[in-house]
Protein backbone atom coordinates (compact mmCIF):
# COMPACT_ATOMS: atom_id res chain seq x y z
CA UNK A 1 0.00 0.00 0.00
CA UNK A 2 1.59 3.32 -1.00
CA UNK A 3 2.31 6.15 1.44
CA UNK A 4 -0.86 8.40 0.46
CA UNK A 5 -3.05 5.17 1.00
CA UNK A 6 -1.52 4.82 4.37
CA UNK A 7 -2.54 8.16 5.29
CA UNK A 8 -5.36 9.25 3.15
CA UNK A 9 -9.13 8.88 0.92
CA UNK A 10 -9.63 11.25 -2.22
CA UNK A 11 -13.32 12.38 -1.57
CA UNK A 12 -14.60 14.53 -4.27
CA UNK A 13 -10.76 14.95 -5.71
CA UNK A 14 -9.85 16.11 -1.96
CA UNK A 15 -7.52 13.85 0.39
CA UNK A 16 -9.50 13.68 3.75
CA UNK A 17 -7.54 11.62 6.32
CA UNK A 18 -8.99 8.12 6.77
CA UNK A 19 -10.40 8.68 10.13
CA UNK A 20 -13.02 11.47 9.14
CA UNK A 21 -16.30 10.29 8.08
CA UNK A 22 -16.74 10.19 4.60
CA UNK A 23 -20.28 11.02 4.99
CA UNK A 24 -19.79 13.93 7.14
CA UNK A 25 -17.23 15.37 4.30
CA UNK A 26 -19.61 15.30 1.63
CA UNK A 27 -22.26 17.14 3.86
CA UNK A 28 -19.79 19.59 4.27
CA UNK A 29 -19.24 19.83 0.39
CA UNK A 30 -23.10 20.91 0.23
CA UNK A 31 -22.86 23.76 3.79
CA UNK A 32 -24.90 26.90 2.77
CA UNK A 33 -23.43 29.82 4.87
CA UNK A 34 -25.53 32.07 6.09
CA UNK A 35 -25.36 36.27 5.69
CA UNK A 36 -22.60 36.88 8.35
CA UNK A 37 -21.15 33.84 8.87
CA UNK A 38 -17.37 33.57 9.43
CA UNK A 39 -15.63 31.02 7.80
CA UNK A 40 -11.68 30.80 9.26
CA UNK A 41 -9.71 28.95 6.79
CA UNK A 42 -6.72 27.13 6.04
CA UNK A 43 -3.76 24.61 5.39
CA UNK A 44 -3.59 22.52 7.90
CA UNK A 45 -1.44 23.58 10.78
CA UNK A 46 -0.71 27.36 9.28
CA UNK A 47 -2.38 29.11 12.99
CA UNK A 48 -5.71 27.99 12.66
CA UNK A 49 -6.97 27.30 15.73
CA UNK A 50 -5.12 30.47 16.80
CA UNK A 51 -7.08 32.36 14.78
CA UNK A 52 -10.57 30.31 15.82
CA UNK A 53 -9.66 31.43 19.13
CA UNK A 54 -8.91 35.13 18.66
CA UNK A 55 -12.51 35.20 16.97
CA UNK A 56 -14.46 33.75 18.98
CA UNK A 57 -12.62 35.69 22.00
CA UNK A 58 -13.48 38.99 19.72
CA UNK A 59 -17.21 37.82 19.46
CA UNK A 60 -17.34 36.58 22.95
CA UNK A 61 -15.54 39.92 24.34
CA UNK A 62 -13.25 38.17 25.92
CA UNK A 63 -15.65 35.88 27.93
CA UNK A 64 -14.33 31.97 28.36
CA UNK A 65 -15.91 28.90 27.32
CA UNK A 66 -17.37 27.27 30.05
CA UNK A 67 -15.02 24.48 29.58
CA UNK A 68 -12.54 23.34 27.52
CA UNK A 69 -14.35 20.75 25.28
CA UNK A 70 -16.99 23.38 24.22
CA UNK A 71 -14.42 25.13 22.09
CA UNK A 72 -15.00 22.52 19.29
CA UNK A 73 -18.84 23.53 19.41
CA UNK A 74 -18.30 26.76 19.15
CA UNK A 75 -16.11 26.56 16.57
CA UNK A 76 -16.81 23.36 14.46
CA UNK A 77 -14.77 21.78 12.43
CA UNK A 78 -17.19 21.58 9.16
CA UNK A 79 -14.75 18.85 6.96
CA UNK A 80 -15.10 17.09 10.21
CA UNK A 81 -18.51 17.16 11.80
CA UNK A 82 -20.29 17.82 8.12
CA UNK A 83 -23.04 20.58 7.67
CA UNK A 84 -26.07 19.54 9.77
CA UNK A 85 -23.59 18.93 13.49
CA UNK A 86 -21.74 21.90 13.23
CA UNK A 87 -24.45 24.42 12.43
CA UNK A 88 -26.88 22.57 14.99
CA UNK A 89 -24.50 22.12 17.39
CA UNK A 90 -22.82 25.56 17.42
CA UNK A 91 -21.95 27.21 20.56
CA UNK A 92 -22.93 31.01 19.48
CA UNK A 93 -21.62 33.41 18.88
CA UNK A 94 -19.72 31.10 17.06
CA UNK A 95 -17.57 30.84 14.02
CA UNK A 96 -16.86 27.65 11.04
CA UNK A 97 -13.44 25.87 10.73
CA UNK A 98 -12.27 24.64 7.25
CA UNK A 99 -9.33 23.36 5.44
CA UNK A 100 -10.87 22.90 2.14
CA UNK A 101 -9.07 24.76 -0.84
CA UNK A 102 -10.71 27.79 -2.17
CA UNK A 103 -13.19 26.09 -5.80
CA UNK A 104 -14.79 23.48 -2.78
CA UNK A 105 -15.21 25.84 -0.19
CA UNK A 106 -18.89 26.39 0.40
CA UNK A 107 -18.77 30.02 -0.96
CA UNK A 108 -21.64 32.86 -0.40
CA UNK A 109 -20.55 36.81 -0.95
CA UNK A 110 -22.83 37.63 2.22
CA UNK A 111 -20.24 35.10 4.65
CA UNK A 112 -17.25 36.15 5.60
CA UNK A 113 -14.19 34.22 5.24
CA UNK A 114 -10.52 34.41 7.41
CA UNK A 115 -7.73 33.15 5.52
CA UNK A 116 -4.57 31.94 7.55
CA UNK A 117 -0.95 31.53 5.97
CA UNK A 118 2.24 30.43 6.91
CA UNK A 119 6.02 29.84 5.92
CA UNK A 120 5.28 26.47 4.04
CA UNK A 121 8.63 24.80 5.82
CA UNK A 122 7.11 25.82 9.03
CA UNK A 123 4.14 24.46 7.89
CA UNK A 124 5.39 21.55 6.71
CA UNK A 125 7.58 21.01 10.50
CA UNK A 126 4.57 21.50 12.26
CA UNK A 127 2.44 19.34 9.97
CA UNK A 128 4.80 16.39 10.32
CA UNK A 129 4.64 16.41 14.67
CA UNK A 130 0.99 17.09 14.54
CA UNK A 131 0.85 13.84 12.22
CA UNK A 132 2.93 12.21 14.80
CA UNK A 133 1.04 13.07 17.78
CA UNK A 134 -2.48 11.98 16.62
CA UNK A 135 -3.56 8.31 17.07
CA UNK A 136 -5.77 8.27 14.03
CA UNK A 137 -2.78 8.75 11.86
CA UNK A 138 -1.05 6.08 13.03
CA UNK A 139 1.85 7.52 12.22
CA UNK A 140 3.99 7.17 15.84
CA UNK A 141 6.84 5.96 14.34
CA UNK A 142 7.10 7.82 11.15
CA UNK A 143 9.91 9.15 10.08
CA UNK A 144 10.18 13.09 9.03
CA UNK A 145 12.11 12.07 5.94
CA UNK A 146 8.96 10.04 4.96
CA UNK A 147 6.76 12.51 5.76
CA UNK A 148 8.63 15.36 3.64
CA UNK A 149 8.46 13.63 0.67
CA UNK A 150 4.17 13.23 1.14
CA UNK A 151 4.79 17.22 1.36
CA UNK A 152 6.52 18.04 -1.17
CA UNK A 153 4.72 15.95 -3.57
CA UNK A 154 0.95 16.85 -2.38
CA UNK A 155 -0.12 13.87 -0.94
CA UNK A 156 -1.23 14.75 2.21
CA UNK A 157 -4.48 15.87 3.50
CA UNK A 158 -6.39 18.52 1.20
CA UNK A 159 -3.63 18.10 -0.85
CA UNK A 160 -0.74 20.39 -2.14
CA UNK A 161 0.70 23.86 -0.09
CA UNK A 162 0.72 26.31 -2.94
CA UNK A 163 -2.05 25.16 -4.82
CA UNK A 164 -4.61 25.76 -1.54
CA UNK A 165 -2.64 29.41 -0.75
CA UNK A 166 -2.37 30.60 -3.93
CA UNK A 167 -6.11 30.91 -5.15
CA UNK A 168 -6.97 32.97 -1.86
CA UNK A 169 -3.72 34.59 -2.03
CA UNK A 170 -5.15 35.95 -5.58
CA UNK A 171 -8.53 36.95 -3.68
CA UNK A 172 -7.16 38.38 -0.81
CA UNK A 173 -8.62 41.70 -1.73
CA UNK A 174 -12.37 40.84 -1.65
CA UNK A 175 -14.80 42.18 0.41
CA UNK A 176 -15.54 39.52 2.20
CA UNK A 177 -11.96 38.12 2.60
CA UNK A 178 -9.19 38.95 4.98
CA UNK A 179 -5.79 37.51 4.32
CA UNK A 180 -3.11 37.23 7.01
CA UNK A 181 -0.27 35.29 7.95
CA UNK A 182 0.95 33.34 11.14
CA UNK A 183 3.68 35.58 11.30
CA UNK A 184 1.76 38.81 11.43
CA UNK A 185 -0.08 37.45 13.99
CA UNK A 186 2.82 36.88 15.95
CA UNK A 187 4.59 40.31 15.17
CA UNK A 188 1.49 42.46 16.30
CA UNK A 189 -1.26 40.69 17.92
CA UNK A 190 -2.92 43.37 19.40
CA UNK A 191 -2.72 45.29 15.77
CA UNK A 192 -4.18 42.28 13.92
CA UNK A 193 -6.95 41.36 16.74
CA UNK A 194 -8.48 45.58 16.33
CA UNK A 195 -8.44 44.72 11.96
CA UNK A 196 -9.95 41.12 12.60
CA UNK A 197 -12.79 42.67 15.17
CA UNK A 198 -13.26 45.62 12.04
CA UNK A 199 -13.50 43.02 9.49
CA UNK A 200 -15.94 41.01 11.23
CA UNK A 201 -18.25 43.92 12.54
CA UNK A 202 -16.84 47.62 12.50
CA UNK A 203 -18.92 48.07 16.03
CA UNK A 204 -16.56 45.37 17.33
CA UNK A 205 -13.55 46.98 16.88
CA UNK A 206 -14.78 50.27 18.05
CA UNK A 207 -15.90 48.41 21.45
CA UNK A 208 -12.24 47.53 21.79
CA UNK A 209 -10.78 50.60 21.36
CA UNK A 210 -13.37 51.97 23.67
CA UNK A 211 -12.87 48.89 26.02
CA UNK A 212 -8.69 48.61 26.45
CA UNK A 213 -9.41 46.33 29.54
CA UNK A 214 -11.44 43.65 27.32
CA UNK A 215 -8.73 43.97 24.20
CA UNK A 216 -5.92 43.19 26.92
CA UNK A 217 -7.92 40.12 28.06
CA UNK A 218 -8.50 38.69 24.67
CA UNK A 219 -4.82 39.07 24.27
CA UNK A 220 -4.07 37.15 27.43
CA UNK A 221 -6.42 34.26 26.18
CA UNK A 222 -4.78 34.60 22.79
CA UNK A 223 -1.16 33.61 24.28
CA UNK A 224 0.11 30.56 23.48
CA UNK A 225 0.35 29.15 26.87
CA UNK A 226 -3.25 30.13 27.82
CA UNK A 227 -4.24 28.69 24.20
CA UNK A 228 -2.30 25.45 24.99
CA UNK A 229 -3.44 24.17 28.31
CA UNK A 230 -6.83 25.35 26.95
CA UNK A 231 -7.41 23.55 23.78
CA UNK A 232 -5.39 20.50 24.03
CA UNK A 233 -7.48 19.91 27.19
CA UNK A 234 -10.27 20.03 24.94
CA UNK A 235 -8.86 17.85 22.24
CA UNK A 236 -7.49 15.26 24.27
CA UNK A 237 -11.29 14.75 26.37
CA UNK A 238 -12.93 14.54 22.79
CA UNK A 239 -10.40 11.62 21.72
CA UNK A 240 -10.84 10.13 25.14
CA UNK A 241 -14.46 9.72 25.99
CA UNK A 242 -15.09 7.77 29.42
CA UNK A 243 -18.73 7.26 29.66
CA UNK A 244 -19.81 5.40 26.26
CA UNK A 245 -23.45 6.83 26.76
CA UNK A 246 -21.68 10.57 26.10
CA UNK A 247 -20.51 9.32 22.95
CA UNK A 248 -24.61 9.71 21.74
CA UNK A 249 -24.05 13.21 23.18
CA UNK A 250 -21.52 14.32 20.29
CA UNK A 251 -21.19 15.37 16.77
CA UNK A 252 -21.54 12.15 14.19
CA UNK A 253 -18.08 13.00 12.88
CA UNK A 254 -16.16 13.21 16.01
CA UNK A 255 -18.51 9.46 16.96
CA UNK A 256 -16.54 8.28 13.93
CA UNK A 257 -13.12 9.18 15.08
CA UNK A 258 -13.53 8.12 18.53
CA UNK A 259 -14.90 4.68 16.88
CA UNK A 260 -12.32 4.21 14.42
CA UNK A 261 -9.35 4.87 16.82
CA UNK A 262 -10.33 2.37 19.00
CA UNK A 263 -10.48 -0.01 16.79
CA UNK A 264 -6.62 0.36 15.87
CA UNK A 265 -3.59 -1.41 18.28
CA UNK A 266 -1.41 0.27 21.12
CA UNK A 267 -4.79 2.28 22.62
CA UNK A 268 -4.88 4.33 25.70
CA UNK A 269 -5.24 7.74 26.41
CA UNK A 270 -3.61 10.57 25.33
CA UNK A 271 -2.73 14.10 26.17
CA UNK A 272 -2.54 15.59 23.02
CA UNK A 273 -0.52 18.18 21.85
CA UNK A 274 -2.57 19.78 19.33
CA UNK A 275 -0.88 22.90 19.83
CA UNK A 276 2.64 22.08 20.19
CA UNK A 277 5.62 25.46 19.74
CA UNK A 278 3.53 28.16 18.13
CA UNK A 279 7.38 29.17 16.69
CA UNK A 280 8.42 30.73 13.54
CA UNK A 281 12.07 29.44 11.78
CA UNK A 282 12.03 25.88 13.39
CA UNK A 283 12.39 24.29 10.32
CA UNK A 284 15.84 25.70 10.69
CA UNK A 285 16.68 22.82 13.26
CA UNK A 286 14.75 20.09 10.96
CA UNK A 287 15.10 20.50 7.18
CA UNK A 288 18.62 19.24 6.19
CA UNK A 289 20.09 21.00 3.36
CA UNK A 290 19.13 18.80 0.54
CA UNK A 291 15.21 19.17 2.15
CA UNK A 292 15.72 22.83 1.85
CA UNK A 293 16.89 23.19 -1.49
CA UNK A 294 14.00 20.67 -2.61
CA UNK A 295 11.83 23.35 -1.20
CA UNK A 296 13.64 26.25 -3.12
CA UNK A 297 13.03 24.34 -6.49
CA UNK A 298 9.55 23.59 -5.44
CA UNK A 299 8.83 27.34 -4.04
CA UNK A 300 10.20 28.31 -7.62
CA UNK A 301 8.03 26.25 -9.51
CA UNK A 302 4.84 26.44 -8.00
CA UNK A 303 4.76 30.72 -6.96
CA UNK A 304 6.28 31.53 -10.89
CA UNK A 305 4.57 34.57 -12.05
CA UNK A 306 3.16 35.07 -8.18
CA UNK A 307 4.83 37.33 -5.77
CA UNK A 308 3.25 35.31 -2.78
CA UNK A 309 6.73 34.95 -1.11
CA UNK A 310 7.13 38.24 0.11
CA UNK A 311 4.65 37.07 2.94
CA UNK A 312 7.59 35.80 4.42
CA UNK A 313 10.80 37.55 3.43
CA UNK A 314 11.95 38.43 6.77
CA UNK A 315 11.36 34.72 7.62
CA UNK A 316 12.68 31.97 5.35
CA UNK A 317 16.31 32.36 6.43
Given at each position: ??????????????????????????????????????????????????????????????????????????????????????????????????????????????????????????????????????????????????????????????????????????????????????????????????????????????????????????????????????????????????????LAELPKGRQHIISYVETL?????????????????????????????????????????????????????
Amino acid sequence: MDALNRFCVNIEGVNIPKFFSEECFRSALLFKPKPHDIIIVTYPKCGTTWMQNLVLNILRRGKSLDKPSDFYLASPFLDQLGAKDSENMMIRPGCYKTHLPLHKVPWSEEAKYIYVARNPRDCCVSFYHHMKDLPGYQFADGTFEEFFDLFVKGETEFGEFFDHLIPWYNIRASNNVFFTTFEEMKSDLKKLTIEVAKFIDENEAKYLNDNPDILERILHNCTFGEMKKFINDGLSYLYNVKNKDSLAELPKGRQHIISYVETLPKQKDCKLNFLRKGEIGSWKQELTPDQNEIFNTLIAEKTKGSNVMTLWKTSMG
